[in-house]
């Protein structure tokens, strides 16, 4: 009998905690956001081709485009993108400014103890940039006692200090602005992903141009806050379709350009990186 009562006892204790699992998981902030029908995505707006003010002054880029097909797909109509700082994301995701962000954003093992990722849609290398006609810097050994301009709170920021100690890190709250002062000599090089490097050279047509081969790969994935399992799992399925029907590389062949597929890419920086999927 008491063999039989303790059994009906830890049967109903796994019973209440299986209830209170799911009780957690059905946090309620995908319906929220439904019944309000309005996401708010948090971009920096300054850092072209994923997130830029297109030439009618609205939001525009990869991820813009990413962000509004992955709101689409959630029954969500209205997708407001709320500008900030990228060295900001995090604290304003956690304070409630916006309720994902969608802007090159790399998850590392550091973001990811305060917030969670969701799966990665975008991936990008990053290179050397220098002043045309700059022939001393050809390779990452040359930076040596190089002034080298990074933006802040980037994870190409935090790659530069960490693998080219001997170079001086110039931060930036703005990628043109690095541009900007390279072209003119105010600093050395800068290090920024292949596409946003050849955007701003454009831009800025100061003359810069790209140096050298990849120096690493970083995948770019959703961020949402922590405790909000309905919402992430949402995003990881629209991605996830995305992904198979062909979006995905259809909005990167409009925006960055048809010799490049992003799946592929993807999937080669998931196999040469694994632990840096969410």
Do not use: C
């Given at each position: 009998?008491?063999?039989?009562?303790?059994?009906?006892?830890?049967?109903?204790?796994?019973?209440?905690?299986?209830?209170?699992?799911?009780?957690?998981?059905?946090?309620?902030?995908?319906?929220?956001?439904?019944?309000?029908?309005?996401?708010?995505?948090?971009v920096t707006l300054t850092s072209a081709p994923w997130t830029f003010l297109g030439t009618d002054n609205k939001p525009a880029?990869?991820?813009?485009?990413?962000?509004?097909?992955?709101?689409?797909?959630?029954?969500?109509?209205?997708?407001?993108?709320?500008?900030?700082?990228?060295?900001?994301?995090?604290?304003?995701?956690?304070?409630?400014?916006?309720?994902?962000?969608?802007?090159?954003?790399?998850?590392?093992?550091?973001?990811?103890?305060?917030?969670?990722?969701?799966?990665?849609?975008?991936?990008?290398?990053?290179?050397?940039?220098?002043?045309?006609?700059?022939?001393?810097?050809?390779?990452?050994t040359d930076l040596k006692g190089k002034t080298v301009g990074v933006t802040t709170g980037t994870t190409n920021d935090t790659?530069?200090?960490?693998?080219?100690?001997?170079?001086?890190?110039?931060?930036?709250?703005?990628?043109?602005?690095?541009?900007?002062?390279?072209?003119?000599?105010?600093?050395?090089?800068?290090?920024?992903?292949?596409?946003?490097?050849?955007?701003?050279?454009?831009?800025?047509?100061?003359?810069?141009?790209?140096?050298?081969?990849?120096?690493?790969?970083?995948?770019?994935?959703?961020?949402?806050?922590?405790?909000?399992?309905?919402?992430?799992?949402?995003?990881?399925?629209?991605?996830?379709?995305?992904?198979?029907?062909?979006?995905?590389?259809?909005?990167?062949?409009?925006?960055?350009?048809?010799?490049?597929?992003?799946?592929?890419a993807i999937a080669k920086a998931k196999a040469e990186q694994p632990d840096s999927k969410p």
């Amino acid at each position: 009998m008491k063999l039989r009562r303790a059994l009906s006892l830890a049967i109903a204790a796994v019973g209440m905690n299986t209830a209170m699992t799911l009780a957690h998981a059905d946090d309620g902030k995908l319906a929220a956001l439904r019944a309000a029908g309005t996401i708010r995505i948090g971009v920096t707006l300054t850092s072209a081709p994923w997130t830029f003010l297109g030439t009618d002054n609205k939001p525009a880029g990869y991820d813009v485009e990413i962000a509004r097909e992955v709101g689409r797909r959630l029954g969500i109509a209205n997708v407001v993108f709320v500008g900030d700082s990228f060295k900001n994301f995090i604290e304003g995701l956690r304070g409630d400014k916006y309720d994902a962000v969608f802007n090159d954003l790399t998850p590392t093992p550091e973001r990811a103890t305060l917030v969670d990722f969701a799966e990665a849609y975008g991936v990008e290398d990053f290179r050397i940039f220098v002043k045309a006609g700059n022939t001393t810097i050809k390779d990452l050994t040359d930076l040596k006692g190089k002034t080298v301009g990074v933006t802040t709170g980037t994870t190409n920021d935090t790659w530069a200090r960490t693998n080219i100690p001997q170079a001086r890190i110039a931060g930036y709250e703005n990628g043109s602005f690095i541009f900007q002062d390279l072209g003119v000599g105010r600093i050395d090089a800068t290090i920024i992903s292949h596409f946003g490097g050849l955007r701003y050279a454009k831009a800025t047509n100061l003359g810069v141009t790209e140096v050298g081969g990849p120096l690493t790969y970083q995948l770019s994935a959703p961020a949402i806050r922590k405790g909000e399992p309905t919402l992430k799992a949402a995003i990881d399925q629209a991605i996830g379709e995305m992904l198979a029907d062909g979006t995905i590389d259809r909005i990167g062949e409009t925006i960055i350009g048809h010799e490049y597929k992003m799946s592929e890419a993807i999937a080669k920086a998931k196999a040469e990186q694994p632990d840096s999927k969410p």
